[in-house]
């Protein structure tokens, strides 16, 4: 006689239920990706971004000279330094990658706040501190800018660097008036208000957003 067992399984309805989360599931996973990657950029640029400074600080207070008739940073206000070859990482001078410097003397020692933006270009064009005038408000929990005479040099990304103070935001979105020759920007941390506050922003040419990378303002003397 023969004895019929009953054998158990998933219905096809268990199945595409199953693959369902499964389907859910992976995608959540992938969208991840995008993230967690972008955050790799970040972290590799803040690394690359702070070595750049400290080498740039290391050549300033090599090069610039505190009694010197040409110190460029004996004013109360931020002043700029040249963009010189022992600026650039490697110091060489042919480089995608650099500094540029700005100081100003807090007493009349030898005392200077010193800031230092770190860049990497991304289409190979001249690079610079573009000094402007800048309308600061403002604006929910962060401060808004509009920044005179734009001219292309106020992108995306740059940093908006208070010369009165050395207080600075980056930009994190920008209108162009082309009327007015403006642009408003809106940045991503509560500066001062003030009118026609004089700033710097950091830009390269040609290119559709600046290549700052990072920055260190730190107190420092000059070599004697």
Request: a neutral charge; hydrophobic letters at 45%.
């Amino acid at each position: 006689m023969k004895r019929h067992t009953r054998q158990s399984g998933f219905t096809l309805a268990e199945v595409l239920i199953a693959i369902a989360i499964l389907g859910i599931g992976l995608s959540m996973v992938a969208m991840l990706f995008p993230a967690a990657m972008a955050e790799d950029v970040r972290s590799t640029e803040d690394v690359l971004a702070s070595v750049i400074c400290r080498n740039a600080l290391a050549a300033v207070r090599g090069s610039i000279a505190h009694d010197d008739p040409g110190n460029p940073f004996a004013a109360a206000t931020l002043g700029k330094a040249p963009l010189t070859p022992d600026l650039y990482y490697p110091a060489d001078g042919a480089g995608d990658s650099g500094a540029l410097a700005a100081g100003r003397q807090m007493a009349s020692g030898n005392d200077y706040q010193l800031v230092l933006v770190a860049f990497r270009k991304s289409v190979g064009g001249a690079v610079g501190l573009a000094d402007k005038a800048a309308q600061i408000v403002d604006f929910e929990d962060r401060s808004r800018a509009v920044i005179a005479g734009a001219a292309g040099q106020v992108q995306v990304g740059s940093p908006v660097i208070c010369r009165t103070s050395g207080r600075w935001a980056r930009i994190v979105a920008a209108e162009v008036d082309g009327a007015t020759d403006t642009v408003t920007a809106m940045l991503d941390r509560w500066l001062p208000p003030a009118a026609g506050e004089p700033v710097y922003v950091l830009y390269e040419q040609g290119a559709s957003r600046s290549p700052a990378l990072g920055l260190l303002v730190t107190r420092t003397a000059l070599r004697e």
